[in-house]
């Protein structure tokens, strides 16, 4: 039997789990993992600035491609903890990444060792499983077991704490030998799939939910398919965007409190049955009056998650499956009903669905200087094509995101959903540049979501990872601002200062792009909303010139309100802008605006 050392069967079995790359920051307690990377060789490493940047790379690696499990790792102590942020992103959106720590001995678990902190205790919460291994024999099996998790199920995150002399330690593997533990995925019957689509017999206005549940599954083939069969309208949720794409005839937009179109909250309200895949019923999208969302509707929920099954509200029927198992066999059972002429007509209701979506549309062209934010997602819609993979985090400039850009494809759009950490733009993004370098990458942050982890344009600049960041800059913490309105407030959310060393740019406070030319990227000022597309077409060529990104910074208004229910009611959004009444107010709208 060969004899290695525990971190070199740790580093075998990555390889043989599928890993490739992985992300992190060395220190003294990993430091033996880190050499056994050098000397089995096959795992491209990414030093990232900071620990928290390497698991969000970690995420955007695992999201950018089907199949990916991102890898982080770190040190003992305070890396790890930095790493927890990530970790809760993970686990909430249902994403796969292993992080790897440091630790201190194990003789010195107790002692209060320098770097030494209880780690496994500290990221239960947010994992599927954080173990600390005691003995080095132990560390093929674990190592095991958490690919087994990560796969199984729900998707999510694994921590894993090596002690540095547990890495050390040589045992008996043979790396040959290795396989990984089948995965395990509950899957519907016939007869549970036949009992939910019995609900389509008696509706008249039926409407899919599709969660990021069928992109986990890489479903989405299957649900544009299922859609098609029976005619029956498409609401993606955040996480599902790109499930199918924004220009096919059956999707019928989005539906929330914020990240909503006009046209899709006014689809759902007119539906009387609802089957939702893969989702959460999330609060973004349901709002907290669910009455408002549930009265009059019947509701079919199908999810990997025995337990999500009547978690926001109990459903008239529920399905413990994958939703590619689910989807599988509705495609099959609705191929048999239409050839039996069983399933009803939805051409009409299907029809309507469209007409909303060409006619209850937000207004996007302004000549406004200081530049308002809706131009700014029109001329990146006329900018990137149906090619372009979104990343972006949380604010007003994601809200504003989702209610203006197009995705038409599954992972094209790169969002924590439900954690929304701040600075998270940048590093994941640089994670799904990595992962799929042939699929543009357009990040997009808010003014303070670029500060909080600024320095990972860094590590894209050392490893020639090429990308655009819109930069929407208008010195205030927007949707925080947004949301003390209610509360009667403006109070600490202005980041607004003369910078003695730029008077140019006024009270616009941190010239981000001295800051991003001083970490080796490109970087472009926009003030006049005419030069924006110019500005954009710019970037991506010198994004492909010199392989490192290139941050194009627009210049907003201060105060901007975002389309958004101040009530968290999905029917009851306010709208605090003019609406498109001609067609030159949205020219980028998914579907020319019908007077």
């Given at each position: 039997m060969p004899r290695m050392t525990a971190?070199?069967?740790?580093?075998?079995?990555?390889?043989?789990?599928?890993?490739?790359?992985?992300?992190?920051?060395?220190?003294?307690?990993?430091?033996?993992?880190?050499?056994?990377?050098?000397?089995?060789?096959?795992?491209?490493?990414?030093?990232?600035?900071?620990?928290?940047?390497?698991?969000?790379?970690?995420?955007?690696?695992?999201?950018?491609?089907?199949?990916?499990?991102?890898?982080?790792?770190?040190?003992?102590?305070?890396?790890?903890?930095?790493?927890?942020?990530?970790?809760y992103s993970a686990i909430a959106d249902s994403i796969p990444i292993l992080c790897i720590t440091g630790q201190a001995p194990v003789s010195k678990l107790h002692k209060e060792d320098f770097q030494a902190v209880d780690i496994a205790s500290i990221a239960k919460p947010v994992t599927k499983a954080a173990t600390t291994v005691l003995e080095a024999a132990q560390v093929p099996g674990v190592f095991q077991q958490a690919f087994h998790l990560m796969r199984s199920g729900r998707p999510g995150p694994v921590l894993i704490d090596l002690p540095i002399d547990v890495q050390l330690t040589e045992i008996e593997f043979d790396p040959e030998t290795y396989e990984p533990l089948p995965v395990y995925k509950p899957q519907a019957t016939r007869a549970q799939a036949e009992k939910a689509l019995s609900f389509l017999l008696e509706a008249e206005r039926p409407l899919i939910v599709a969660g990021g549940g069928i992109i986990n599954a890489d479903a989405t083939?299957?649900?544009?398919?299922?859609?098609?069969?029976?005619?029956?309208?498409?609401?993606?949720?955040?996480?599902?965007?790109?499930?199918?794409?924004?220009?096919?005839?059956?999707?019928?937009?989005?539906?929330?409190?914020?990240?909503?179109?006009?046209?899709?909250?006014?689809?759902?309200?007119?539906?009387?049955?609802?089957?939702?895949?893969?989702?959460?019923?999330?609060?973004?999208?349901?709002?907290?009056?669910l009455d408002a969302y549930t009265a009059g509707r019947k509701f079919v929920h199908v999810d990997i998650e025995p337990t999500q099954l009547g978690k926001i509200f109990a459903p008239d029927y529920g399905i413990a499956s994958?939703?590619?198992a689910a989807l599988e066999l509705f495609v099959a059972i609705a191929k048999e009903w239409k050839a039996e002429g069983k399933l009803p007509d939805f051409t009409a209701w299907a029809a309507s669905a469209q007409d909303r979506k060409a006619t209850l549309q937000r207004r996007t062209h302004f000549d406004?200087?200081?530049?308002?934010?809706?131009?700014?997602?029109?001329e990146m819609n006329k900018a990137f094509g149906p090619e372009t993979r979104y990343v972006t985090t949380i604010g007003l400039s994601q809200i504003a995101a989702a209610q203006f850009l197009h995705v038409y494809?599954?992972?094209?759009?790169?969002?924590?959903?439900?954690?929304?950490?701040l600075g998270w733009t940048i590093p994941a993004a640089i994670?799904?540049?990595?992962?799929?370098?042939?699929?543009?990458?357009?990040?997009?942050?808010?003014?303070?979501?670029?500060?909080?982890?600024?320095?990972?344009?860094?590590?894209?600049?050392?490893?020639?990872?090429?990308?655009?960041?819109?930069?929407?800059?208008?010195?205030?913490?927007?949707?925080?601002?947004?949301?003390?309105?209610?509360?009667?407030?403006?109070f600490e959310v202005n980041l607004e200062f003369e910078n003695i060393?730029?008077?140019?740019?006024?009270?616009?406070?941190?010239?981000?792009?001295?800051?991003a030319e001083g970490l080796g990227v490109k970087a472009i000022r926009v003030t006049d909303p005419e030069k924006l597309g110019e500005a954009l077409e710019q970037a991506k060529k010198l994004a492909v010139e010199h392989q490192v990104p290139v941050v194009v910074e627009a210049i907003?208004?201060?105060?901007?309100?975002?389309?958004?229910?101040?009530?968290?009611?999905?029917?009851?959004?306010?709208?605090?802008?003019?609406?498109?009444?001609?067609?030159?107010?949205?020219?980028?709208?998914?579907?020319?605006?019908?007077?």
């Open positions: 971190a070199a069967a740790a580093v075998e079995i990555l390889k043989r789990e599928g890993v490739t790359n992985a992300f992190g920051v060395p220190g003294a307690a990993i430091n033996p993992f880190y050499r056994e990377l050098k000397n089995v060789g096959g795992i491209a490493h990414t030093l990232a600035r900071h620990v928290e940047g390497a698991s969000h790379m970690a995420e955007g690696y695992t999201r950018a491609k089907a199949g990916n499990i991102g890898v982080c790792i770190g040190t003992s102590g305070p890396a790890g903890t930095d790493m927890i942020t990530g970790l083939d299957l649900l544009v398919e299922f859609a098609e069969l029976t005619n029956i309208p498409v609401i993606s949720t955040l996480m599902g965007w790109g499930t199918i794409p924004d220009d096919h005839e059956l999707a019928a937009g989005m539906v929330g409190v914020q990240t909503a179109h006009r046209y899709g909250n006014a689809t759902f309200l007119e539906s009387d049955t609802v089957i939702g895949i893969g989702n959460r019923w999330a609060n973004r999208h349901t709002g907290y009056n994958d939703a590619k406004n200087v200081p530049i308002k934010p809706q131009r700014v997602y029109e494809k599954p992972r094209h759009w790169i969002n924590c959903g439900q954690a929304g950490p994670g799904a540049a990595t992962a799929d370098p042939e699929t543009p990458v357009v990040a997009l942050s808010g003014d303070y979501d670029f500060q909080f982890m600024i320095e990972e344009l860094a590590v894209a600049a050392q490893h020639k990872v090429p990308y655009v960041h819109v930069l929407v800059n208008n010195a205030y913490l927007g949707l925080i601002r947004q949301a003390q309105g209610g509360l009667g407030i403006n060393n730029t008077p140019e740019i006024g009270v616009y406070g941190v010239d981000h792009v001295k800051v907003l208004e201060r105060i901007t309100n975002i389309a958004m229910s101040k009530t968290v009611d999905m029917s009851d959004v306010t709208e605090f802008e003019d609406l498109a009444t001609e067609p030159g107010h949205a020219p980028t709208a998914i579907k020319p605006l019908a007077v």
